[in-house]
């Protein structure tokens, strides 16, 4: 995450985890949508960069943390499927 620091970080994790579980319909508690939240963001980041789209700040972060955090609940539901 460009331009935050570690407080931002984690709270750009959660506020991401819980906006994705709530797109995902999905409930979860704090530390499980802190933990969707920042590897949703190592997915995000990396989304970004194959896509070469650039962002900064704490906006940004949130935005890519999120769309990342989609995606790693979306991919887990793919494996829970019988």
Known sequence: M???GIFATI??????GWIASRVMERRHGLLINLIVGLIGA???AALAAAFNVHFAGFVGSLVVSTVGAIVLLFLLSLL???
């Open 42 to 44: 190592w997915i995000g």
């Open 11 to 16: 709270l750009i994790g959660i506020l991401a």
């Open 2 to 4: 460009n331009g935050v």
């Open 80 to 82: 829970r499927r019988p």
